[in-house]
């Protein structure tokens, strides 16, 4: 996938509010132009911060992780082209029939609106999890490993007409070994070498991700919490580019 820098970096919205997020895309111009807006500020927002983040020129991935029964999901990824989203996501383990049901449901609703078709992903594993919590907290057996687990989660995105996944930067060749380079990867988790990894526990730098074939990165800390959020993104985009 031919990317610009710019265009391979989505930085994450992670505010309370939808005033301090569109203060910050303010304060950011023209310096990014892609935005995730995830579930802390889509539920105090609603709606409607994906239609004024539109308004401002910007791309915007809803990091909602639907995972529901397929009917629910299906009207959920409509609402979802009707706001404008350029990307959505649902979650891998609601499993085939309501990965289909999503990818069926955005078609339909962007040819009934006249729309571009958002890219739809599937979430395999949380960012935040290792083998152990999978294992012992959730009850998840993988295997001979989280990239195994990740890859067959990616594979049936893939054959239920999915776009793409949401992966760690460590799980990007497995997916890759078994979806192609036509599939698109987006990945959490990442930061840079010289952020702190907070609550995330399988991390890489933004080199490493795109080195590893990711073909997006998503970043919110390093940058929406850095003394100067301008700098932060210079420096990752003079990494990635």
């Known amino acids: 996938m031919s990317l610009t820098p710019k ?16 203060k910050f ?37 809803l990091d909602m992780k639907f995972h529901d029964i397929p009917n629910t999901v299906a009207g959920a990824a409509a609402r979802a082209v009707a706001m404008g989203a350029d990307i959505f ?3 891998a383990l609601g499993g085939m029939a309501m990965m289909r049901a999503a990818a069926a449901a955005a078609s339909e609703a962007a040819s009934r609106l006249g729309v571009k078709r958002p890219t739809v992903l599937a979430v395999t594993v949380l ?40 992966a760690s930067p460590h799980e990007v060749s497995d997916v890759r070994s078994v979806c192609g380079n036509d599939f698109e990867i987006i990945t959490p988790g ?18 490493e991700a795109l080195k590893m074939g990711a073909d997006r990165i998503v970043i919110g800390r390093p940058i929406t919490r850095a003394k100067n959020p301008h700098e932060a993104v210079e420096r990752i985009l003079a990494e990635i580019g």
Do not use: C
């Open 7 to 22: 265009e391979r970096l989505i930085v994450a919205l992670d505010y309370p509010s939808a005033e301090q997020a569109l």
């Open 25 to 61: 895309v303010e304060q950011m111009g023209d310096s990014v132009i892609f935005y995730k807006v995830g579930l802390e500020l889509f539920s105090a927002a609603g709606p409607d911060i994906v239609t004024r983040l539109k308004s401002l020129g910007k791309a915007v991935f």
């Open 89 to 91: 996501n649902v979650h």
């Open 127 to 166: 960012t935040s999890m290792d083998r152990e919590a999978l294992e012992r907290e959730a009850g998840i057996h993988v295997g001979e490993g989280i990239g195994t687990f990740v890859a067959a989660k990616a594979r049936q995105a893939k054959e239920a007409g999915l776009d793409g996944v949401v």
């Open 190 to 207: 990442v930061r840079p070498a010289w952020a702190s990894s907070d609550d995330q526990k399988r991390v890489a730098t933004p080199f």
